[in-house]
């Protein structure tokens, strides 16, 4: 069963806030490289998930929320 683009849209979110609250944990705790390569191997993982949900996204989607939909040459 294929995911729809509402769900792997939320996903992306999730993702991107995820990543956001790795950054938190990092400045948390400055100087300490275990911390930060957990966060950068979390982030690394969401980079990669986001990926490919992108790349699931239906061709409307796509259209839609492309760079020149966003910027209003459209």
Do not use: N
Not at 25 to 51: C, E, M, N, S, W
């Amino acid at each position: 069963m294929s995911r729809s683009d509402p769900e792997r849209l939320r996903d992306i979110l999730e993702r991107i806030e995820a990543s956001d609250r790795a950054e938190v944990t990092v400045a948390r705790y400055p100087g300490d490289p275990d911390v930060a390569k957990t966060a950068l191997d979390a982030v690394q993982g969401r980079v990669f998930t986001i990926g490919e949900a992108v790349k699931g996204l239906s061709l409307v989607c796509h259209e839609r929320w492309s760079l020149g939909c966003v910027g209003g040459s459209r």
